[in-house]
């Protein structure tokens, strides 16, 4: 009974393993369109990847504050390395940051990319709550009083998973007009809350307190939540674990954090990152 049992858990094992997608292996180009939540992704992810051996080539990029993704699709094509780089079927991947939806600059740039590239990825971040609060409304409330440290974390992850089901939502209908899964989506979001959560529990090296993680009421990301959002960015990008790469030299700034809270911390924010892309079902890391 014993061997039948642990032959029906290996049967599960490997087939969960064939649901699967296969990582890659060499380098890729990535354009990216973005504002201040966003951007920062460019560079650190080529700094990531090529700290595992990839050739991550950086293929264009567009950014502008605040912005929508309609704000970059309004760029003329001849000042647009973006929409230059996609016409001339140079990239492998695009990376887009909406900020509220609907948007529909992001269906456009992907009819464009795919039209020149039709293999092109098109990522989506479903980014962390400003305000800590999912108030999809413009002008951004960009000066609310917010105190991070008091957060209710609960409420917090509910205003998170509203807004990244939204998302769900808006990218499956880019995807069924397609007629294949070309977008994915980056829960940056749910891995935020994650790390906030384990801050609160004191299970975050060298963090105290939530509003470490920000510069500002907004939420602008400091270090920390930069490179956790660069590392889900990896892990859809590569369809690979970040877990085990080399603390980046950008640790060097952390000046009041001793170098084993650096490396235990970046050890954490690699497994929150992989284990929260790889457990969503539109990440592009299991088959659908």
Sequence with gaps: ?????????????????????????????????????????????????????????????????????????????????????????????????????????????????????PALRITVQEYWMPNDEYEPVYPLQTKKKVDHNATDLTKLRDATQRYAKDIEDYVKGINQRLGKDAVLIVPVGMAAVTLREKIVKGEAPGLKQQGELFRDNWGHAQLPLQLLSSYCHFAVIYRKSPVGLPVPLAFRTLKDMSEDDKAKLNTLLQQIAWDTVSAHPMSGIKKS
Excluded at 42 to 65: F, M, N, P, R, T
Aim: charged letters at 15%; hydrophobic letters at 45%.
């Design 1 to 117: 009974m014993k061997a039948l049992s642990f032959l029906a858990c290996l049967v599960l094992v490997n087939a969960h393993a064939a649901d699967d997608m296969p990582s890659i292996s060499t380098g890729l180009r990535v354009a990216t369109c973005g504002h201040s939540f966003h951007v920062f992704t460019y560079k650190q992810v080529e700094q990531i990847a090529a700290s595992a051996g990839l050739k991550h080539q950086l293929a264009g990029i567009s950014s502008i504050g605040g912005s929508t993704v309609q704000k970059h699709w309004d760029v003329p094509e001849d000042k647009s390395a973006v929409k230059q780089v996609l016409k001339a079927g140079g990239a492998d991947v695009l990376t887009l940051s909406p900020i509220w939806l609907p948007d529909d600059a992001i269906e456009q740039f992907v009819k464009l990319g795919i039209e020149h590239n």
